[in-house]
């Protein structure tokens, strides 16, 4: 079974010479590439990337608090949009891969 997370990020890019220079100012991450698309395809991978070693060193939580995520109610999604900080910003969808393999029908619990 195939499944994956998504996470919508805050971006943004900036035109340094010849370079573009894409961040994610939330996790400080940052990327560069010759046109603004390239950049940001870039930044995506490199936002996969960070994610990805998170979670397969176990620190994905932790790494998560120290840049100031929390989890809300879905509830509260909607109220915590409109306080977004990062209202007109730009954003981009990073999707992380899972496949589960295992006993299908069976709780582990």
Not at 21 to 50: H, M, R, W
Not at 82 to 108: D, L, W
Request: net charge positive; with cysteine.
């Amino acid at each position: 079974m195939h499944l994956s997370m998504k996470f919508e990020l805050p971006v943004t890019i900036k035109k340094k010479t010849k370079w573009y220079v894409a961040c994610c100012p939330i996790l400080d991450v940052y990327s560069q590439g010759e046109t603004e698309k390239k950049a940001t395809a870039n930044l995506v991978e490199a936002l996969k990337l960070f994610f990805i070693s998170c979670i397969e060193r176990g620190t994905h939580d932790a790494a998560m608090k120290e840049c100031g995520f929390k989890l809300i109610k879905q509830h509260d999604v909607k109220e915590a949009k409109e306080k977004s900080p990062y209202k007109g910003t730009k954003f981009v969808n990073v999707p992380i891969p899972f496949q589960a393999t295992g006993c299908i029908g069976e709780c582990h619990v």
